[in-house]
């Protein structure tokens, strides 16, 4: 079977990216796991009431990274220092390109010295992939891919629990007190007999562990989780519930990579496969890619952004400054109810409504509107049951972004597209509030405590 490029794909639909990804046929996000395990309201509440088990073994995808120049690629590619980036610790991995357009983001583990983890969705993966097969690296790689395109098991487990009972939960399964562990640092447990390392997280705000180990020994860590917390509340969450996580702890999980245009992008795109590139959603209707690009600025990646090494991308950020900032946008109670009317009256059934999250392309970017002049893009966008808040996350110009500006929303696309996902549907307009992001008060007040 013939893998063809990213430029080929382009250059098929008439050389513009954007015609290509508006009907591109990637699926968005999918959760290889039970969609509920209850119902999705539930368990959206366990990780503020109790205490969420959420499996993560399955959606990520991991790349392996060995050798005595693998932290120097590491480094080449991210914004983020790496100065006190020590062996049992993780941070936030963020690439730009040339100009200074996040490129993705993922999980940077430090598992032991010459030895790394970096989890997530493939963007940064790839462009880490791909420099480390055409630079001067003595590095080795192991990619291993999520459920969906992998075949067999996984090479590790990992399940997050996050809640207010999520420490005690631990302390049962080690028998003892929690260690004192920073946030994003980690530390080593024995759970039924077995090593588990632990990551301290906290989703949502919530204090918690994502626990890690060989796949073989998934089941027994899973069975001896659940034992521990049966009468503390733990609540087995499913993909709808966890795909809503990140509009809680203001994450935005797929801003359209900045990979289509730019220096040194063209030899990418020709290693990069088409289907590995997603999909554009939503109602930005510019034929300029750019136009839907994001900076780190405008998803609130500021602290991240680190000039004491050479990274690519540097001299943009340095010479660029902040015209964005990331916001959340709480949508009108009345407009959101009359769009979803609109969806009976269309014929669609309820099974397709009663949903916590609102995506049909892998990069979701819909105009944000002020007297009718856009100001901004708002991404994925879904229901908090924990706030009883239709939201979204947005990026907008600073000077709409005070909280309780009056915004609108133009939600959907002008024309509908040929993308897996999209039922025929009509644009509508949505007031929206301005609200800090994190919107809710426990993430944004203790989202890194302890840090």
Known sequence: MT????????????GNPVDYLRNAQAKPTVFPVAPEFSNWRSEQQSWR???????????????????????????????????????????????????????????????????FDLVGHPFAIDWVRYH???????????????S???????????????????????ERLIGGEVPATKFFGMADFTIAGRRVRGL?????????????GPWEEGDEIRAAILEAGADLGITQVGSMAYSSANLESAWVPSPTPAIFSGKGMDAYREWLPAARAGSIAGSVDSSRIEDYYVTPWDLGYDRSVKFDHEFIGRAALEAGSA??????????????????????????????IALPKARYGFFQVDQVLVDGAQVGVSHDCGYIVNEQTFASLASIDLAHAEPGTKVTVLWGERENTRKPAVEPHRQVEIRATVAPAPFSAEPRENYRRNR
């Open 132 to 146: 480390a097969e055409l630079g001067d690296y003595d590095v080795q790689l192991e990619l291993d891919g999520n």
């Open 323 to 352: 015209t964005r900032a990331k916001v959340t946008l709480v949508w009108d109670e009345e407009d959101v109810a009359a769009a979803m009317r609109s969806l009976f009256e269309d014929g669609l059934p309820a099974k397709y």
């Open 49 to 115: 009431e109790s205490c969420a088990l959420l499996d993560q073994s399955h959606h990520m995808t991991d790349l392996f990274l060995t050798g005595p120049d693998a932290m120097r690629l590491l480094q080449d590619l991210a914004v983020n220092s790496f100065a006190t980036f020590t062996p049992g610790s993780a941070k936030q991995f963020v690439a730009v390109n040339h100009e200074g357009y996040v490129i993705g983001d993922a999980i940077l583990f430090h598992l032991a010295e010459n030895s």
């Open 148 to 170: 969906i395109v992998r075949q067999g098991p996984p090479k590790l487990y990992r399940y997050e629990l996050q809640g207010p009972n999520a420490l005690p939960i631990v």
């Open 3 to 14: 893998t063809i490029s990213l430029a080929d794909a382009i250059a098929a639909a008439g």
């Open 200 to 212: 301290r997280h906290g989703m949502a705000g919530q204090p918690g562990f994502e626990l890690f």
